[in-house]
């Protein structure tokens, strides 16, 4: 699922964000959240976990995601 999320601060295994919806989410640090910094506001498609006392986001990849390349699939249409 697609998330937009604001970073307010950030741990040593989690980024701490809040969503437009006011819900408070921790994410996790991986290979696809490596961009993301204290005060952005970043989009990113991420598998979610109910943990006991937390939500955790855990950031997957556009093709884990099952999102298409528009351009690449435009190309291979026209070869």
Request: glycine fraction near 4%; charged fraction near 35%; charge should be positive.
């Amino acid at each position: 699922m697609l998330y937009r999320v604001i970073i307010k601060r950030e741990t040593s295994k989690y980024f701490i964000g809040k969503a437009y919806d006011n819900k408070k989410y921790k994410i996790e640090k991986n290979q696809y959240s490596k961009n993301l910094k204290v005060g952005s506001d970043s989009y990113f498609y991420a598998r979610k976990e109910e943990r006991l006392l937390s939500t955790i986001l855990v950031p997957i990849s556009d093709e884990e995601a099952g999102v298409l390349d528009i351009h690449n699939s435009i190309d291979d249409i026209n070869k």
